[in-house]
T-cell receptor
């Protein structure tokens, strides 16, 4: 079974608008961490934001925020005020706790975001 | 200073050859990883080492052999390269194994097997 599902292969957004990239996950562990990474066309993987399963508040990092809905097992990334430089692949990832031993970061298939001027 | 550096960035080789990719991190991290990104951009873990000890070995052909001479280095040696090995290989590191620890990635090695 898929552990991390990103249902949007591609998304378009107008510059300066907000965009939400979807991510749902599947785990029976009570303890886990959720991450978002950005991969621009140059290929490197850039960490954006982290949300812990026990965190009470949604994580925010500058223009990035994570809409964490634990009961729905979703961890959507919200990018506010999109910029042209935000055009990239975005990966949602999960690190499981007890059963996974925290050893693995499991990635979704990614969403390609294109920001239009 | 690059935190996680891997070399080479590009590797083009013939089927059947043996090749190595080197990775070094200067972050003082205890844990290092190799990930493979296929042509559809899907990232999958291959190996993980914690304090030079192998802790993850996914179902990877035994033609792939990681070697960690010390905590700061994790190299990947591939024997008898096949067309299907063509991919981008990423090295990564994290401080340890706690759930909130993010991975720092190298810039990737694009391997093309002809």
């Amino acid at each position: 079974a898929q552990k991390i599902t990103q249902t949007q292969p591609g998304m378009f957004v107008q510059e300066k608008e907000a965009v939400t990239l979807d991510c749902t996950y599947d785990t029976s562990d009570p303890s886990y961490g959720l991450f978002w990474y950005k991969q621009p066309s140059s290929g490197e993987m850039i960490f954006l934001i982290y949300q812990g399963s026990y965190d009470q508040q949604n994580a925010t990092e500058g223009r990035y925020s994570l809409n964490f809905q634990k009961a729905r097992k979703s961890a959507n990334l919200v990018i506010s005020a999109s910029q042209l430089g935000d055009s990239a692949m975005y990966f949602c990832a999960m690190r499981e706790g007890l059963s996974g031993g925290y050893n693995k970061l499991i990635f979704g298939a990614g969403t390609r975001l294109a920001v239009h001027p | 200073d690059t935190a996680v550096s891997q070399t080479p960035k590009y590797l083009v080789t013939q089927m059947g050859n043996d090749k190595s990719i080197k990775c070094e991190q200067n972050l003082g991290h205890d844990t290092m990883y190799w990930y493979k990104q296929d042509s559809k951009k899907f990232l999958k873990i291959m190996f993980s080492y914690n304090n030079k000890e192998l802790i993850i070995n996914e179902t990877v052909p035994n033609r792939f052999s990681p070697k960690s001479p010390d905590k700061a280095h994790l190299n990947l040696h591939i024997n008898s390269l096949e067309l299907g090995d063509s991919a981008v290989y990423f090295c990564a590191s994290s401080q340890g194994l706690l759930g909130n620890e993010k991975l720092f990635f190298g810039s990737g090695t694009q391997l093309s097997v002809l």
